[in-house]
């Protein structure tokens, strides 16, 4: 990672939809891109892939592959049509596609009489070191995997890897285990944001200990903002897992609850990681802070001691500046009023005396240890 650490900023969502919308109704923001169809049709032999903008792409690739699973990949959502299609044809419930097309919904499970439904949030850095916070959401029935996601990055090429490779449980666990593979990689890419944030704290701490400035607060609180949305998608994963684990469905089958206990370890370890990063930026705020205080204080340390040195200066010179008149109007001399102004060489007598006391006062702090300390 680059030391220089950016200005984080944080995308902003905006709401679809209007306050008190029937339940149901699928509101799909004007800033919504169109949607892209990439269809994985497998089995333990074969798989066959194919892409498409519209419903027809889908249905045709599942007409011609009937005894596979399909994975049917949806990026964009910039199509209530589409979505109200996909809901006709696999018989979903207007309330679950109302939560795909609101990309505002937390990590959740929810299972219905043949199918079931999960969303996630996917969290990452793109190219401008802008924090993207993106949902994930998933109908699984049958043999059917349907997964929706906001953008038209391609954030599963592990997963697709795996399905052309063929090994592994990927083509034969069904559309459950894909649920898994997705859902497995999605917590993967938390510790790869973690990794980045944890190299931008590194570069914190080394700026710190080498030229502290105020850019450091400013960073530091930007990281504890950014680990607070990586927090609030990780801590309901859990539960989310948790739920699939605990799920009676015939969907999630006990293998791969096997997988999920493993993806539930890896979540918690995610959780334990931002938990220590929270603690590290708000260690390096109030370390800023007392350094700052203790720098603050090393500087009124000097200017008291400038102060203490002079105040006896001043005294003296404040004395005999008062110019007091030696004679009176008649000419009568005025024994009580400072004979000194008349000395000769008092002017020297004054410098030295004042000379004096400020080497004093110098040589009585020094041995106090003061100047050490500074």
């Known amino acids: 990672m680059n030391g220089n650490l950016k200005r984080l900023r944080f995308k902003k969502h905006k709401h679809a939809g209007n306050v008190g919308d029937r339940p149901g109704t699928i509101n799909v923001p004007s800033d919504a891109l169109k949607p892209i169809i990439s269809v994985y049709s497998y089995n333990k032999d074969e798989l066959v892939t194919c892409e498409g903008k519209d419903i027809k792409t889908a249905l045709k ?13 949806i990026n964009g959502l910039g199509d ?69 996601e906001e953008d038209h990055t391609d954030r599963f090429d592990a997963v697709k890897a795996r399905l052309k490779a063929g090994k592994g ?15 497995d990689t999605i917590i993967d890419n938390y510790f790869v944001l973690l990794a980045q944030i944890g190299d931008h704290l590194d570069a914190l701490e ?40 605990r799920s009676e469905s015939p969907l999630i089958t006990p293998e791969v609850k096997l997988f999920l206990r493993d993806a539930y370890d890896h979540c918690i370890q995610a959780m334990d990681l931002i938990e220590n990063y929270k603690e590290v930026t708000s260690s390096i705020i ?35 500046g008062m110019n007091f008149s030696r004679q009176d109007d008649k000419g009568h001399i005025l024994p009580d009023n400072m004979p000194e ?3 000769h060489h008092g002017y020297i007598y004054a410098i030295v005396f004042m000379l004096l006391i400020a080497v004093i006062q110098v040589f009585v702090f020094w041995k106090k240890g003061w100047f050490n300390r500074l």
């Open 80 to 148: 209530a049509e589409l979505i109200e299609q996909i809901g006709e044809h696999c018989n979903i419930n207007s309330l679950v596609l109302e939560d795909i097309a609101n990309t505002h919904q937390r990590p959740k499970f929810d299972e219905y009489d043949d199918y079931a439904f999960c969303t996630s949030r996917i969290v990452h850095f793109n190219k401008e070191n802008e924090i993207i916070n993106c949902q994930f959401s998933a109908i699984i029935k049958d043999n059917i995997i349907v997964s929706f």
């Open 341 to 343: 102004l008349y000395w």
């Open 206 to 245: 080394d700026k710190l200990y080498e030229s502290a400035d105020k850019t450091i607060m400013f960073d530091a609180q930007q990281l504890k903002r950014t680990l607070i949305v990586v927090r609030r998608a990780s801590w309901p994963e859990r539960d989310k897992i948790n739920d699939m684990i």
């Open 286 to 320: 109030d370390l800023y802070l007392s350094m700052v205080s203790n720098r603050m204080n090393e500087i009124m340390k000097v200017l008291t001691i400038i102060s203490v040195i002079f105040i006896p200066l001043t005294f003296i010179a404040g004395i005999y």
């Open 169 to 183: 449980a990927i083509r034969t666990a069904g559309p459950g285990y894909m649920c898994y593979a997705l859902t």
């Open 61 to 73: 690739q599942l007409n011609k592959c009937d005894n596979h699973t399909h994975w049917i990949k």
